[in-house]
T-cell receptor
């Protein structure tokens, strides 16, 4: 079983839709959960992170962690074509290194 | 230059060639990383340097040889690669390798092995 599972997509939605991106993980010891965004021909960049369970909101983006079900979500409200990118979830392991999902490619259609 | 830069951006090499990838960070960080990114696969951490000392080597074949002369520069020396080594090689840096959660990435080097 992979430590972090993420559907590679692509996920294609119309502009303005609410997007839900998800990951599952296997290690209950993870405490920090990162979301990185990677545009085409660029390296990943940190979008936001959460600590333990709960929600964190930043503008149109909301990160949610449910540690009881080992489920991580990223919601994007009022999606824009500029949100088209690959989104990678990355919990932080006990040795402080990031454990990466495969990334979900998101396409927002104008 | 700002952030993390990588050269070259694209590289095509034969299986018998020797080449090097270069990474430079302008952020004053103390940790640098090499990752391999293949299509639809998770990023694979290859090497970590913390204050110029190698602290992680995730069972990477010896045909990949890292070098970190100082905290700002990182190299990946390549020799006798295999076609399955074709991928995007990403360099990243962070404040420290043992506690930071935010890593800053370069744009990557797209490597094709023929």
């Amino acid at each position: 079983q992979k430590e972090v599972e993420q559907d590679p997509g692509p996920l294609s939605v119309p502009e303005g839709a609410i997007v839900s991106l998800n990951c599952t993980y296997s290690n209950s010891a993870f405490q920090y959960f990162m979301w990185y965004r990677q545009y085409s021909r660029k390296g990943p960049e940190l979008l936001m992170y959460t600590y333990s369970s709960g929600n964190k909101e930043d503008g149109r983006f909301t990160a949610q962690v449910d540690k009881s079900s080992k489920y991580i979500s990223l919601f994007i409200r009022d999606s824009q074509p500029s949100d088209s990118a690959t989104y990678l979830c990355a919990p932080r392991g006990s040795n402080y290194q990031l454990i990466w999902g495969a990334g979900t490619k998101l396409i927002i259609k104008p | 230059e700002t952030g993390v830069t990588q050269t070259p951006r694209h590289l095509v090499m034969g299986m018998t060639n020797k080449k090097s990838l270069k990474c430079e960070q302008h952020l004053g960080h103390n940790a640098m990383y090499w990752y391999k990114q293949s299509a639809k696969k998770p990023l694979e951490l290859m090497f970590v340097y913390n204050f110029k000392e190698q602290t992680e080597n995730n069972s990477v074949p010896s045909r990949f040889s890292p070098e970190c002369p100082n905290s700002s520069h990182l190299f990946l020396h390549l020799h006798t690669l295999q076609p399955e080594d074709s991928a995007l090689y990403l360099c990243a840096s962070s404040q420290r390798g043992d506690s930071s959660y935010e890593q800053y990435f370069g744009p990557g080097t797209r490597l094709t092995v023929t």
